[in-house]
């Protein structure tokens, strides 16, 4: 059974940085990309940033310059380091492993980040 376990988050100020880990067990298949998606209230769910199995990354408009996915394959953990904080960061996230067939697409719980002015 696939589980991804995030942690890191919590309250930051803008301007400031936290950084986001995303543990994976019971993978069994071979994974296409990892990723951290982001839903505030209101909105819709959105890709904050991926990294491919070929180590390529893709950001969010809105976010690049300022935040950075990494793996660890070793430890089979996701990060999202997320500097320059604004409020408009606020949001849950949630971490994502695809692999290369259907249905092999797998969620975290999500954890809160919510940065103050």
């Known amino acids: 059974q696939v589980q991804l376990v995030e942690s890191g988050g919590g309250l930051g100020q803008a301007g400031g940085s936290l950084r986001l880990s995303c543990a994976a067990s019971g993978i069994t298949f071979s994974i296409k990309a990892r990723g951290w998606y982001r839903q505030a209230p209101g909105k819709q769910r959105e890709l904050v940033a991926a990294i491919s199995s070929g180590g390529g990354t893709n950001y969010a408009d809105s976010v690049k310059g300022r935040f950075t996915i990494s793996r660890d394959n070793a430890k089979n953990t996701v990060y999202l380091q997320m500097n320059s904080l604004k409020p408009e960061d606020t949001a849950v996230y949630y971490c994502?492993?695809?692999?290369?067939?259907?249905?092999?697409?797998?969620w975290g719980q999500g954890t809160q980040v919510t940065v103050s002015s």
């Open positions: 994502n492993v695809k692999g290369w067939l259907n249905p092999q697409n797998y």
